[in-house]
């Protein structure tokens, strides 16, 4: 018998690559490629140090009243925490204690299974179309959780608002998460829903949109009783988990709506142009929503071309996952001189 | 049934009131009565904002380096996390896997059965002595794993490290944490003994003796096979917990030696005089190796003393829980002119 005995042992999730050179073209982690607005670097450098030797305040509320007033919701609505992976994995660990398997994509955001699993959870994959969408019917069913990243990760591929009221409707007695790390993108977010569906958790990130993928917020939404449910499993773990630097980053970022409406909208046609221009060098993939296209090409093997795309310092994302998706790269949206480059490389290898 | 059937509900932790107005004197969270470091100050003035659009260093190397060149280990040693609350959280979900109970005093830190009970780690609680001593024949038992807090809170007492290491050798096929959130003040590390102890690991915190309670870095020390199944647990959680400035944060205090000295001296002279001062007017207390006193008087009730003290702006710690420690107030060490005014306000109420 050895201590080893009782260690909880996991896989841990391997992230994409983070090249410390420079001249790398990184469309591998579906980072923002502009900047945070410029207030945010205005808020870092007029931060008195001298408060942090206090706790922080632990509803950050600078930060949730913020966001109430930017999202149009009451700060009872919102629950923060550090990135969405942490605000997901607290709704696990709170909402899915159950005996029923908790439901979510075969073919998704490949933190589900690991929480699940941390947390003795129990859950069960539903198998996407070949098109990468989501059958609903495999969704009305007993279970113990349903969990849909919307838009989906890493398809790209958006599922209607009706059919999410559809599982919503049908599942009144679970919590169903709408995972919407991506939805600025141009999809339709769930936000307005939570009126209505007291069983309807949000959850939303400043990695993605916000250019924030360093600063670590993320946000879940829903009725009050959810959120203190959240609240209550946050406060029993770790009372101060956001400190008052990143709230006032966060907050900063918040009051620059122009900003981020502008950088989001150049993400939005730099995409589009990249959609045309993969598509003539004989790329298919699902429309995307995102600010990344998950496509596969009808000759070479993602494989060949990952490898091809790394020599030229043009790093991009291969998951080596079941079925049919280690065919695929998944890659970012960067600035359109970073995608000129990449569409550059990428004719040199398959013309 | 209702979604609400399946929440995992919690008793949440109250934590130690934050007055918003100024003029109080706070002496009620053990927070440092000194800012940080100048050169965290400047860290954060001239951090570049614009590397906050990519993800953190999962592996926080920078604070890592540091941490290991300050406190004699190698980076292997060395697991960092959001204040030693998520890193004791993590460490009890990895750790604590067993059908034995978890063994800690019934008088210490209370998160440690918030945590038990969040993560269904069975657990059972050993009765300090009269003096607030831990028995150690009470840790030599078969048990799932064992957690004392050396300095003891909210004590202040100490452990002599024969006893830790006593403890240690008899517990070899389970995990014994050792939690020295207080240490700087005045004890011995149990540190040096993670050479020899594959089943010890020594947590620390950056919240008291580094005057950076809200920076909100906490690391554990350890062999690197029990650092590495917390790492593994950790980056199947949330890869990203750390952010970029708090990375620069931790790194800049870590290099400021001469500060930490200085103002950890500061308190351990003021203490000592505060002792004395409330000796004299009645108080008794065990030997405090802390930045608080742990305190009761002869003739008024805690809750007394508590509520004159709070109408004169002074706020400290009354903790309403079982046995004799109702009638025990937890009082910070602030600054010289902080304990000034406070033995002042008691000698008004107490002669």
Known sequence: MSWE???????????GEQPKSSGVIKLNTNENPYPPSPLVAKAIKEYDASLLRKYPDTGA??????????????????????????????AFLTFFNSESPVIFPDITYSFYDVWAELYRIPYETKALDEEFRLKKEDY?????????????????????????????????DRVVIVDEAYVDF????????????????????FSKSRALAGIRIGMAFGQKKLIDYLKDVKFSFNSYTLNPLTIAVGAAALRDDAYFKDITAKTVATRERMKKELKELG?????????????THERLTAEEIFTFLREKNIFVRHFKKPRSIDNYLRISVGTDEEIDRLITALKELIR
Chains 1, 2 share one sequence.
Not at 148 to 167: K, M, Q, R, W, Y
Request: contains cysteine; negative net charge; hydrophobic residues 45%.
């Open 61 to 90: 509320s600078e930060l949730v009243e913020e966001m109430a007033s930017a999202y149009g919701v009451k700060s009872e609505n919102i629950f923060v925490g550090i990135g969405s992976d942490d605000v997901l994995a607290l």
């Open 5 to 15: 005995d009782n260690v909880r042992k996991v896989v841990p999730y391997t992230p």
């Open 186 to 205: 141009g999809a339709r977010s769930a936000l307005p829903l939570i009126d209505k569906y007291d069983n309807l958790l949000v959850v939303q990130t």
């Open 283 to 295: 790329f298919s993939f699902a429309d995307s929503r995102t600010n990344f296209v998950f496509a």
């Open 140 to 172: 009305l069913c007993d279970n113990g959780g349903v969990v849909i990243a919307n838009p989906n990760a890493p398809t790209g591929v958006e599922l209607s608002l009706d059919v999410i009221e559809e599982i919503l409707a049908y599942n009144r």
